[in-house]
């Protein structure tokens, strides 16, 4: 299986159209059409149903894709690191980051080291900390943000200043929306929203042993689209401050817990990884940002 051949089955997923596919490919629909067969038989699935006018992938063919999308990242990474390799003053770096307002310190680092190095590129892809470790793992990522304790066998770490502090988002006309703050005993019953993730890392922590008393009605990877939610009275969501507008125009209303409850920050990078020098030295500007090293 070539790396072009998977350019050539990632353009068909696109387009959904042979023909299209190998006008921007710029080789015959024959040769196109020649290679997916070849690469079909290759794999021994169906990779493909093909309509009048258009194609449709089959569940393999979905699954192909899913992994083709990573391939193809690492292929151009690469080839990005091996063109960069005796490049000192530039290059890109691939971050992944969790949602969290102490992402304005690596905004900030960054902002100094784009001032040294203008021809520095950076890349910034959002998830929880599955999503962005899980890339970062493959070499699609450089560096990932998480708001997990890390593994630190496996990763280099450095913790950022200050921590997030949770709280409860709601409508501003809410009951619970009068208090100061939010107890355990405000939420027993609610329906509750929250990543799972932070329901299960970072709730137990603030619930001990009764997090079976609590009811998780749904769960969100983003905050933004559980805030939509807890706007139309759906439930409760559950999140970090900073997040989710909570102006007076917005109608939500962001409520701390109590006890206090909050979420350290780290910025990780797999150990034994070789890098560019640029990222190399941005390594060393992280340090220098007086962020904690372990």
Request: with cysteine; proline share 4%.
């Amino acid at each position: 299986m070539e790396i072009r051949t998977l350019r050539y089955f990632m353009a068909i997923a696109r387009e959904e159209n042979m023909t299209r596919a190998a006008e921007i490919l710029h080789v015959t629909q024959p040769t196109l059409s020649k290679q997916m067969q070849a690469l079909e038989n290759e794999l021994g699935k169906k990779l493909f149903l093909r309509h009048s006018f258009s194609i449709e992938l089959t569940e393999e063919g979905m699954l192909l894709r899913k992994r083709a999308e990573d391939l193809l990242s690492m292929a151009d990474k690469i080839l990005e690191e091996f063109s960069a390799m005796d490049d000192i003053v530039g290059g890109n770096i691939y971050f992944g980051c969790a949602e969290s307002y102490q992402i304005r310190h690596l905004a900030r680092v960054i902002k100094r080291f784009k001032e040294q190095y203008p021809d520095f590129h950076y890349h910034i892809t959002s998830g929880d900390t599955e999503q962005v470790t899980e890339k970062l793992d493959k070499g699609i990522l450089d560096f990932a943000v998480i708001v997990e304790e890390p593994d630190y066998e496996k990763y280099n770490v450095l913790k950022m200043p200050g921590g997030d502090r949770w709280g409860v988002i709601m409508p501003s006309d809410s009951p619970l929306a009068q208090k100061e703050q939010i107890t355990f005993d405000d939420l027993k019953g609610l329906p509750l929203f929250c990543s799972e993730q932070s329901w299960r890392a970072d709730l137990p922590r603030w619930c001990q042993n009764r997090m079976d008393e609590l009811r998780l009605e749904g769960s969100f990877r983003l905050s933004y689209n559980g805030s939509v939610f807890a706007r139309e009275g759906l439930g409760y969501l559950l999140t970090f401050d900073h997040l989710i507008d909570t102006s007076e125009k917005s109608g939500l209303v962001f409520r701390p817990l109590f006890p206090v409850l909050e979420t350290q920050m780290y910025i990780i990078w797999k150990k034994q990884q070789l890098f560019t020098p640029i990222a190399e030295r941005f390594i060393a500007e992280l340090q220098n940002f007086c962020l904690l090293p372990f």
